[in-house]
């Protein structure tokens, strides 16, 4: 049984939560705030029109470059920053970035991502932008992608991978 | 304040999203030991709503908590920005772009979406079975499938460097452009563009 728990965990998550202590109630206020400005930066950058994704794979706007390159350089240079001078989360842990082990899954799944991406002008984050901006058809666009997940869970161990 | 007001409602610039966008992998290492990613709030509605006894959906879900809030944070922030500092002025597309576009059929380039595809007419049509049904499918099976999406391959991945998520953003890169200059055009015709 501990295995198949320990399996369980192993699964878990690609986006990990790797804090030792618990977080309940008002400890998770700090990530809805953090959300918040989020969203208003994917708002107020355009990031959640189909146009700007549209530009972007047309190649014919630097915009979406930008922003994924400058957020790249960005977490590149905070993450280095964490490592050389050991700064430690606010609750004093060490900070744990996961490796991420190459399976096929990053190529077969990524592709097929980035069809949808093209269809609906929005990857995960901006469909939530989305709804909130009043644009609440997306809540089926949403819907479907959980469909979507919920299939892929469903035949995971089926698929190449 | 009111100075303030009209130039936050202006369109941000890359150099200033991007950056903001980038500091979100510190701060969720910084406030909780979090790693930046947001598909994966989909596999949790999963699991609390159908897990169904998948062995894919089987795991605490409550310690990700965090990560639901965090997305309903950005829906939030999405209407805030556009409640409070709405840009006033129509989006400026690519001139490229919008021939391209008009050429598919798409005649509204006024807002952030275009109502041609995003209105709920079109949801019992095959625009909306294409656009809405089959491109949120692909989005949800395709980021669970390759272990993330935008924020967790292409920032908090490359971020980290680690090669597995630059071959997964490459391939993001690949499927899109596949679909915006093959596929995109005889799948809209097909719908009625």
């Keep these: ?161 | 304040m009111n100075q303030f007001i009209e130039w936050l409602s202006q369109p941000w610039p890359w150099y200033v999203a991007g950056p903001m966008i980038g500091l979100t992998v510190p701060a969720l290492l910084i406030l909780g030991n979090k790693t930046f990613g947001i598909s994966s709030s989909l596999r949790h509605v999963c699991a609390i709503c159908v897990p169904s006894g998948i062995p894919f959906f089987n795991y605490n879900w409550k310690k990700e908590t965090w990560n639901l809030v965090f997305v309903l944070g950005i829906l939030i922030g999405g209407f805030i920005a556009t409640t409070f500092i709405s840009n006033p002025n129509e989006i400026v597309i690519a001139a490229e772009t919008q021939q391209e576009l008009a050429a598919l059929g798409i005649t509204d380039f006024s807002g952030l979406m275009p109502s041609d595809i995003f209105s709920w007419e079109n949801l019992f049509t095959a625009k909306g079975l294409l656009f809405f049904v089959i491109g949120g499918f692909l989005v949800g099976f395709g980021t669970r499938y390759a272990g993330g999406c935008t924020s967790g391959h292409a920032i908090m991945g490359i971020s980290s460097l680690q090669w597995p998520s630059l071959v997964a953003t490459i391939f993001f890169m690949i499927g899109g452009f596949l679909m915006t200059h093959v596929i995109m055009e005889p799948l809209m015709k097909l719908v009625g563009f």
Excluded at chain 1, 49 to 61: A, D, G
Excluded at chain 1, 101 to 109: D, P, S, T, V
Excluded at chain 1, 112 to 134: E, H, K, M
């Design chain 1, 1 to 161: 049984m501990k295995v198949i728990e320990k399996k369980a965990e192993g699964f878990v998550c690609d986006a990990p939560n790797t804090q030792a202590s618990g977080e309940k109630g008002l400890a998770l206020v700090k990530y809805l705030i953090l959300g918040i400005l989020f969203g208003i930066v994917f708002v107020k950058a355009e990031i959640i029109s189909w146009f700007r994704i549209q530009e972007m794979f047309r190649l014919t706007s630097f915009h979406m470059y930008g922003v994924i390159g400058s957020a790249i350089v960005t977490g590149i240079i905070s993450i280095q920053l964490i490592k050389r001078l050991g700064i430690k989360s606010i609750s004093g842990e060490k900070i744990n970035i996961p490796t991420k082990e190459f399976r096929k899954g990053q190529i077969y799944g990524g592709f097929i991502f980035g069809l949808g991406w093209a269809l609906t002008g929005a990857c995960p984050g901006p469909l939530f932008a989305q709804i909130g901006s009043g644009f609440t058809i997306i809540i089926i666009t949403l819907l479907s992608a959980i469909a979507g997940t919920w299939v892929y869970g469903r035949f995971a161990d089926k698929l190449p991978n």
